[in-house]
């Protein structure tokens, strides 16, 4: 398929990464994959698949009929393929704007921003990984597991939904090599309480050196206590609405605490990853 010959590069305020690219995509599909998200999979220009896990677009998203969203829509990267050029969204409807990408078809032309924003590390002493996530937050960290198997890295997913049919990226998670456990609220799985004895388990077994997760302030703090107590290191990635996306505007300063300081940070342009023992 031919790409709509569309690429600007766009300077990014220094500090973040050193350009990202407005482009025109083309839509190849646009697919329920449950009872509440749609995957949107685009046929992307290379000048913009430079990607890392953790990163997001802003998404300038068609207006539904009778609505005009405003601003752009920023949303993370669910997967990406640089020399197939594939690039692929996970959503939820949820107001006008993702009205409006449910109304995309294949072949329609999309306008992208990115990629933007400091994505996941992965450092070479962390061969054992635990991820931990909620909802969409497991749409931001499905990428993680292609960045492990590549790595060479063990990885545990313990996917958290209100259901099982609705725990995102199972499958996926699989397919890279990970452990897949799923924890649902309809038999209290999903609980602080009843996730503390399973992961403790595994740390007690010296199978945690880092933890990842988004997606639940429940989940964060259940896994700051255990990297206090346990000496475990990790990486969230933040969820706050946006507006510019680029670190101008100021509208998605978050608190976090830095020692025994509490300091302001931009979560589209320090972010959205930050060290998990920071984030408040």
Not at 40 to 66: H, K, R, V
Not at 211 to 221: A, E, N, V
């Amino acid at each position: 398929m031919t790409h709509i010959p569309t690429t600007v590069s766009v300077p990014v305020p220094q500090g973040l990464r050193p350009r990202c690219s407005e482009a025109t995509c083309r839509v190849v599909s646009n697919t329920p994959v449950n009872g509440e998200y749609r995957l949107l999979t685009l046929d992307a220009p290379e000048a913009i698949l430079d990607c890392q896990p953790g990163q997001f677009f802003q998404l300038l998203c068609p207006a539904p009929e009778g609505e005009s969203p405003f601003l752009r829509r920023p949303m993370s990267i669910y997967g990406y393929d640089k020399a197939a050029g594939r690039l692929e969204f996970l959503y939820k409807i949820a107001g006008a704007g993702t009205r409006g990408l449910a109304t995309l078809t294949p072949g329609d032309a999309f306008n992208v921003l990115g990629p933007l924003g400091h994505g996941f590390s992965m450092p070479d002493v962390w061969q054992n990984l635990l991820l931990v996530a909620r909802g969409v937050g497991l749409a931001t960290l499905a990428p993680l597991a292609r960045m492990a198997q590549d790595k060479g890295r063990k990885l545990t997913a313990i996917c958290s939904a209100r259901r099982p049919d609705l725990a995102m990226s199972t499958a996926l998670f699989e397919s890279y090599g990970a452990e897949v456990i799923v924890v649902h609220d309809e038999d209290g799985s999903s609980t602080p309480e009843a996730l503390r004895p399973l992961i403790e388990a595994r740390i007690a077994r010296g199978d945690v050196d880092a933890f990842y997760t988004c997606g639940s302030s429940r989940l964060l703090r259940l896994l700051q206590e255990l990297g206090e107590i346990h000496g475990i290191p990790g990486e969230i990635a933040m969820e706050q609405q946006m507006a510019c996306g680029l670190g101008m505007c100021q509208a998605c300063v978050r608190s976090f605490r830095v020692g025994e300081r509490i300091i302001q940070r931009r979560v589209c342009r320090e972010g959205p990853v930050f060290a998990i023992s920071e984030a408040m």
